[in-house]
């Protein structure tokens, strides 16, 4: 069930940037934890990166730490992951997910809705 609509994505060529951004029409994102996961070809589904509700905690997955940037602008419902120095390795397809609990996040396991998914692709 899709209740997070996200934009954003694309493709790049390697050491290039992009930004994801996952919004929640006519909902909040104010009492939940969001996470970004991703799913490579062939691959499970990894979680990239999560904030807390108040953005005082962010966590993110070693292979990113460094060059991905989680951030949250609750006026505008939107949560945005920030990707740079991007690497082939790095193209997935990129989700959004909220849940109350961080640890359901972190689980991999979250029940407060799913983004459409969106296409990254890094080229070499």
């Known amino acids: 069930q899709v209740q997070l609509v996200q934009s954003g994505g694309g493709l790049v060529q390697a050491g290039g940037s992009l930004r994801l951004s996952c919004t929640a029409p006519g909902g909040t994102f104010s009492d939940y934890v969001v996470g970004w996961f991703r799913q490579a070809p062939g691959k499970e589904r990894e979680l990239v990166a999560a904030?807390?509700?108040?953005?005082?905690?962010?966590d993110y997955t070693k292979s990113v730490k460094g060059r991905f940037t989680i951030s949250r602008d609750d006026a505008r419902n939107t949560v945005y992951m920030e990707m740079n120095s991007l690497k082939p390795e790095d193209t997935a397809v990129y989700y959004c997910a909220r849940d109350r609990l961080l640890g359901k996040i972190l689980r991999g396991s979250p029940s407060g809705g799913w983004g459409q998914g969106t296409q990254v692709t890094v080229s070499s």
């Open positions: 904030i807390s509700t108040t953005g005082a905690r962010t």
